[in-house]
């Protein structure tokens, strides 16, 4: 049974110059105990869609479709139904950690807040838990009595993530969790994360645009392109098997050290404008084997083998 | 911390010197002011200047100044032929008692009222509290006392002169404190509300930048209720700024007290300073400046102390 079953999930900003859509008509199911990697380019909506499961999109925003979490509706939750859910049983690593503490308060408070707020703990229990779970994201327990302007970037993202496990969430939606990192840190927080969704058995939904990174830990890997699914499988059939143009430019931009000198290939263009997005297929602008076809093309991700979609006419079209 | 006391002792000599050679400059040859005396000869001129050691080279009288002005001795005041000391430390203590409750009022309203406004930005609240903070800021003192004494004059209930009437201050202490009561009512009010403006302004400014924060949304994703996390994220660290600016407008809250006291004829040091400087009465003058300068000086130290606990990151080795 899913533990995240999203339907039709559309999400637009109102802004002064229109309305800009962001997510666009997203259906994606997530099964417990996996990690799902959501890649795509900045502005294709990836981040959108992680706040919106979490509800702390900005006040401008306009949310439709349906966010089905563990048999509970999400979109027409009460705010303080959605405040037992947020954070206790879905909780969220933020882009950037560094911004995400508090700067004024010592890191195991901030990491015992949750459990204050979702658990009744008392204050004192809970710092003391708090310090056993810095403990096991690797920070020292000394470490829970500094402020986070005292501990190094990646120091900083594990204590995001201790915070995030405090009260065993169901779900963790990750946002680009190693962004801001150097690679080695980037690789520590990764298996970091791999080993507590093996503990924890949790699902683990990965938002980055490093689609390299994703394919090293993730199970499954979801590409969003313009506010819709590219592409979605599991990670085999996306990295041996890319079926949709975007994936396979996105791909063959990843550089390697073993082509050192040769300049990695890259999508030509940009993404398109959120604001009026092309009819059709929102790639076909910068897609290399663009039809006239694909201007009324208006389907959703095509079967291409089980558990492999791909929104692309060359798929099954 | 030593560096901070250092330079506020620092301030504390820069303001020695201005206040010396600004007095220096000042018109009249000292004891033909002091003795107003047409009959004084030459000799005796002569000699009284000896014995004010006014005879000796600049220099000289400065070390002496110092000396004095540590020693306790501020010199003579021209109009009460009395020590200037005695003449400024009993309305010093009648300043501290209307600026100091006033202050507190305006700092807690003020304050407050940053915090709904902020909290509320963009309502017809928020528009309300701002215009009438901006409002408040740019009305002059005086104006709004004389306001006030006008509306008092024709309502009746209230005192709006004095400290106490004659016959409280030999009466009991309770009706001597009953008649201050009363007395200080529209002198505090008055400069309650012309103060009270710039906090409002400074903290709803500093509490939006706030609120811009990623840990704020983090807080929020912790499953926080919006007034847990005003409480205990946003308004401790939209403070921070805030502190500073209310220890900066210490000077500014003094100077308006100049104009109240002398409305409402408060016997303080703004109502001495106004009097005495129509009767060119220097010693006072400059005994006056040097306490209100004393004060700026002592509330930026304490502020700086005060920044320093509240931001772990601030720390004064």
């Given at each position: 049974m899913a533990l995240l079953e999203i339907k039709g999930l559309k999400v637009g900003f109102k802004t002064q110059a229109g309305l800009v859509h962001a997510v666009d008509e997203i259906d994606l199911s997530l099964v417990q105990g996996e990690i799902v990697g959501l890649a795509?380019?900045?502005?294709?909506?990836?981040?959108?869609?992680?706040?919106?499961?979490?509800?702390?999109?900005?006040?401008?925003?306009?949310?439709?479709?349906?966010?089905?979490f563990d048999g509970i509706e999400l979109l027409t939750l009460t705010q303080s139904k959605l405040e037992e859910i947020r954070g206790k049983r879905i909780a969220m690593v933020f882009q950037g950690s560094m911004n995400s503490l508090n700067p004024l308060m010592r890191v195991e408070e901030q990491v015992a807040e949750p459990m204050i707020l979702h658990q009744q703990a008392n204050e004192k229990q809970a710092v003391v838990e708090a310090r056993n779970l810095l403990e096991l994201v690797g920070v020292?327990?000394?470490?829970?009595?500094?402020?986070?302007?005292?501990?190094?970037?990646?120091?900083?993202?594990?204590?995001a993530i201790a915070m995030a496990l405090s009260t065993h969430p169901a779900l963790l939606i990750a946002d680009e969790p190693t962004t801001a990192l150097d690679v080695m840190t980037q690789a520590q927080i990764m298996r970091l994360l791999g080993r507590i969704r093996d503990e924890f058995k949790i699902t683990i939904l990965m938002i980055s645009h490093d689609l390299a990174l994703?394919?090293?830990?993730?199970?499954?890997?979801?590409?969003?392109?313009?506010?819709?699914?590219?592409?979605?499988?599991?990670?085999?059939?996306?990295?041996?098997?890319?079926?949709?143009?975007?994936?396979?430019?996105?791909?063959?931009?990843?550089?390697?050290?073993?082509?050192?000198?040769?300049?990695?290939?890259?999508?030509?263009?940009?993404?398109?404008?959120?604001?009026?997005?092309?009819?059709?297929?929102?790639?076909?602008?910068?897609?290399?084997?663009?039809?006239?076809?694909?201007?009324?093309?208006?389907?959703?991700?095509?079967?291409?083998?089980?558990?492999?979609?791909?929104?692309?006419?060359?798929?099954?079209? | 911390m030593a560096k901070r006391i250092a330079t506020s002792?620092?301030?504390?000599?820069?303001?020695?010197?201005?206040?010396?050679?600004?007095?220096?400059?000042?018109?009249?040859?000292?004891?033909?002011?002091?003795?107003?005396?047409?009959?004084?000869?030459?000799?005796?001129i002569v000699l009284l200047a000896q014995q004010f050691g006014l005879d000796k080279p600049l220099w000289v009288q400065f070390l002496l100044f110092v000396e004095n002005v540590f020693k306790g001795n501020w010199g003579i005041s021209f109009f009460y032929r009395a020590p200037v000391t005695s003449v400024l430390f009993p309305d010093l203590l009648?300043?501290?008692?209307?600026?100091?409750?006033?202050?507190?009022?305006?700092?807690?309203?003020?304050?407050?009222l940053g915090i709904l406004s902020g909290w509320k930005r963009n309502s017809k609240t928020d528009v309300g509290i701002l215009t009438s903070s901006l409002v408040l800021y740019a009305i002059p003192t005086f104006w709004l006392g004389i306001l006030f004494i006008m509306l008092i004059v024709r309502v009746g209930g209230l005192p709006v002169a004095g400290m106490v009437s004659i016959q409280a201050s030999s009466g009991p202490p309770l009706v001597y404190l009953e008649s201050l009561a009363r007395h200080i009512l529209l002198p505090m009010t008055t400069l309650a509300l012309v103060t009270l403006g710039q906090f409002t302004i400074i903290?709803?400014?500093?509490?939006?930048?706030?609120?811009?924060?990623?840990?704020?949304?983090?807080?929020?994703?912790?499953?926080?209720?919006?007034?847990?996390?005003?409480?205990?994220?946003?308004?401790?660290?939209?403070?921070?700024?805030?502190?500073?600016?209310?220890?900066?407008?210490?000077?500014?809250?003094?100077?308006?007290?100049?104009?109240?006291?002398?409305?409402?004829?408060?016997?303080?040091?703004?109502?001495?300073i106004y009097d005495s400087i129509?009767?060119?009465?220097?010693?006072?003058?400059?005994?006056?400046?040097?306490?209100?300068?004393?004060?700026?000086?002592?509330?930026?130290?304490?502020?700086?102390?005060?920044y320093a606990y509240l931001d772990p990151r601030v720390k004064y080795s």
């Open positions: 795509g380019e900045s502005g294709s909506g990836k981040s959108t869609l992680g706040y919106s499961i979490m509800k702390i999109l900005p006040r401008n925003a306009l949310v439709q479709g349906s966010i089905n020292d327990k000394e470490k829970g009595r500094h402020y986070p302007h005292e501990l190094s970037g990646g120091l900083k993202q594990r204590v994703l394919s090293e830990t993730c199970d499954r890997l979801i590409l969003m392109y313009a506010g819709k699914i590219a592409e979605i499988g599991s990670r085999d059939q996306i990295v041996r098997n890319p079926r949709h143009p975007y994936t396979q430019g996105l791909l063959g931009s990843i550089p390697s050290v073993r082509n050192i000198g040769r300049a990695s290939s890259s999508i030509p263009g940009d993404p398109p404008d959120p604001l009026n997005p092309p009819a059709g297929c929102r790639f076909k602008p910068r897609c290399s084997f663009a039809k006239d076809v694909c201007s009324t093309f208006e389907k959703g991700p095509l079967y291409v083998e089980d558990g492999h979609y791909a929104a692309c006419v060359l798929v099954g079209g | 002792i620092l301030t504390f000599f820069g303001t020695l010197v201005l206040t010396f050679i600004l007095f220096r400059l000042l018109p009249g040859n000292p004891v033909t002011i002091l003795f107003r005396n047409p009959q004084l000869t030459h000799a005796q009648n300043s501290i008692i209307l600026l100091l409750p006033a202050t507190i009022i305006a700092i807690l309203i003020g304050v407050g903290m709803r400014s500093s509490l939006l930048s706030e609120l811009t924060e990623d840990y704020v949304t983090a807080a929020y994703a912790k499953g926080m209720s919006g007034s847990r996390l005003l409480r205990k994220h946003i308004v401790p660290n939209a403070l921070l700024p805030t502190v500073s600016i209310i220890a900066i407008s210490i000077g500014t809250i003094v100077a308006g007290a100049v104009l109240t006291e002398t409305v409402f004829s408060w016997p303080g040091v703004g109502s001495l129509g009767r060119r009465d220097y010693p006072v003058l400059q005994g006056a400046f040097l306490i209100v300068a004393l004060f700026v000086i002592v509330a930026n130290f304490v502020a700086d102390l005060v």
